[in-house]
């Protein structure tokens, strides 16, 4: 099974800042099998990233993925207030398939 | 439009049998490289992902709970049914269903979830 590794656990910044995510995977992870959620409070998950680096329909291109092998980033290059959510990064090329176990982006 | 809706018990007691109906409109999981999955996430914890059924019948357990989960499929009435025996009170969440609409597509759909406690 493929465990993946969120970090950090909480970012703490401000609108306006970067924000980069991390997501560290067990073993190698073929880069078409990773993607990115966003879930607020109270909502279902939302995709944001496909197949590791492809937006999903509607989601800003101030979100980018990038990474391959066990490595994989979401930037979100300037943070608008919402964006302050939970991000979970899931891998669904090996069955079964994994989530991390998420990176808060909080309000500084 | 697409949408999914899960369905089933609010409350459980420890020892039985949950059953949750996942109703799918707006597409078929009978196409070719469609995946239905079931998600779940306990109060303020990660998503888990639980199971998951292909168009073609094939079915893929999570590991820790493959001895308690089932899924399974009525494409005539475009349902996903998970039915996850011996009920504990760590297994109170809100449960997920999830459209993957390729053999590389990642969960592109979910519904609203439906949260379900077990207690006595």
């Known amino acids: 099974e493929i465990v993946l590794t969120q970090s950090p656990g909480t970012l703490s910044l401000s609108p306006g800042d970067r924000a980069t995510l991390s997501c560290r995977a067990s073993q190698s992870v073929r880069s078409r099998y990773i993607a990115w959620y966003q879930q607020k409070p109270g909502q279902s998950p939302r995709l944001l990233i496909y197949a590791a680096s492809s937006r999903a329909t509607g989601i800003p291109d101030r979100f980018s993925g990038s990474g391959s092998g066990t490595d994989f980033t979401l930037n979100i290059s300037r943070l608008e207030p919402e964006d302050f959510a939970v991000y979970y990064c899931q891998q669904y090329d090996n069955s079964p398939w994994t989530f991390g176990q998420g990176t808060k982006v909080e309000i500084k | 439009q697409v949408t999914l809706k899960e369905s089933g018990p609010a409350l459980v007691k420890p020892t039985q049998t949950l059953k949750l109906t996942c109703t799918l409109s707006g597409f078929s999981l009978s196409t070719s490289g469609m995946r239905v999955s079931w998600i779940r996430q306990p109060p303020g914890k990660a998503l888990e992902w639980l199971a998951r059924?292909?168009?073609?019948?094939?079915?893929f357990y999570s590991t820790s709970l493959q001895t308690r989960l089932t899924i399974s499929k009525d494409t005539s009435k475009n349902q996903v049914v998970l039915t996850m025996t011996n009920m504990d009170p760590v297994d109170t969440a809100t449960y997920y269903c999830?459209?993957?609409?390729?053999?590389?597509?990642?969960?592109?759909?979910w519904g609203q979830g439906t949260q379900v406690t077990v207690s006595s």
């Open positions: 999830v459209r993957f609409p390729g053999l590389a597509a990642a969960g592109d759909y």
């Open positions: 059924i292909d168009w073609d019948d094939d079915e």
